[in-house]
Structure formats: C-alpha cells, structure tokens
C-alpha cells in the first residue's frame, strides 16, 4: 500500500504549511489515518489522527496549532500546521493507525515522508 506525503519545505518560525498525503491503493475515508514525525535523534512521534466518523486527536506539543482533515472526494488527508517552531523540525510521514493509548501510537503503513524544517 503506497501512502506519499508531500507538501513540505523551509518555512519560518510562526509560519505555516500544509502537508498532503494520497494513496493510489488506499481508500484513506475507511482507514484511521494520521500523521507522525521523526526528527534526527529523536523517537517517532504520532502527532495528529483522524478517525472514520471525522473526529480527531492530537499530541499535545501540536493541540491549538495543527489540524488534520480529509477530502473524500480527492481521497486526501491534509495536515494544517501553523504557529510552526523550529521544534517542529521533522520528517513527517502519512500512516494508518492502529492504535492510540495515552503518548503511545502504533502505525500499520505509512509511505515515504515529506521534510519540514522551520528556521530563520
């Protein structure tokens, strides 16, 4: 299952971007989708998720500044990031979900991931 990520690039403290993710396999509507991000050095992290019934969840270190949703119709999920910091730093993939209990987020597939960085 292919998941392809894109949308990011170098963008200043205080800024936005707005990721996409697509799948030519994957009807992403029937799927729990979200998004993680892995800076160098650092764990996974699961940042933002979208279930089947629309509803979200977020990470803590992005609730107020990042919003997940989706276009059925372009079997697209979106990524909203504004307010950025230089601490949001990452590659951030697109991915399944299969699991959330508390800061634990468990992914099931997820595709090659687009690179933000956030600096002036």
């Known amino acids: 299952v292919q998941l392809q990520a894109s949308g990011g690039g170098l963008v200043q403290p205080g800024g936005s971007l707005r990721l996409s993710c697509v799948s030519s396999e994957l009807t992403l509507e029937n799927n729990v989708m979200g998004w993680f991000r892995q800076a160098p050095g650092k764990e996974r992290e699961g940042v933002a998720c979208?279930?089947?019934?629309?509803?979200?969840h977020y990470a803590d270190s992005v609730k107020g500044r990042f919003t997940i949703d989706r276009n059925k119709a372009k079997n697209t999920v979106y990524l909203q990031m504004d307010s950025l910091k230089p601490e949001d730093t990452a590659v951030y993939y697109c991915?399944?979900?299969?699991?959330?209990?508390?800061?634990?987020?468990?992914?099931?597939?997820w595709g090659q991931g687009t690179l933000v960085t956030v600096s002036s």
């Open positions: 991915a399944t979900v299969t699991k959330i209990i508390g800061s634990y987020w468990s992914f099931g597939t």
């Open positions: 979208i279930f089947v019934n629309n509803g979200t």
